[in-house]
Nanobody
């Protein structure tokens, strides 16, 4: 299994970004996929998860602002992030089973 994230960048507070995670090498549709984030010196935190059937859940701090979705035909999971805050700044990682992508940096700053 391989995972590749994309879509990170620099955005002002209140702005939006859309992260994508593309998976290869597995029967993607049957597995849950999770987005995590990590700030230097802190533990990696799960942000959002989506089951194979599309049931989503979120950490409280992003509820109402982030939306996770998946397109099984494209082996892709996306994370739409709206109304971004400085505290959302982190490296975001995609996770499937015990595989991690390399991460994509999200920086929220004016």
């Amino acid at each position: 299994v391989q995972l590749v994230e994309s879509g990170g960048g620099l955005v002002q507070p209140g702005g939006s970004l859309r992260l994508s995670c593309v998976a290869s090498g597995t029967i993607f549709s049957i597995y849950a996929v999770r987005w995590y984030r990590q700030v230097p010196g802190k533990q990696r935190e799960m942000v959002a998860a989506i089951s194979g059937s599309g049931i989503a859940n979120y950490v409280d701090s992003v509820k109402g602002r982030f939306t996770i979705s998946r397109d099984n035909s494209k082996n892709t999971v996306s994370l739409q992030m709206n109304n971004l805050r400085s505290e959302d700044t982190a490296v975001y990682y995609c996770n499937l089973i015990n595989t991690w992508g390399p991460g994509t940096q999200v920086t929220v700053s004016s």
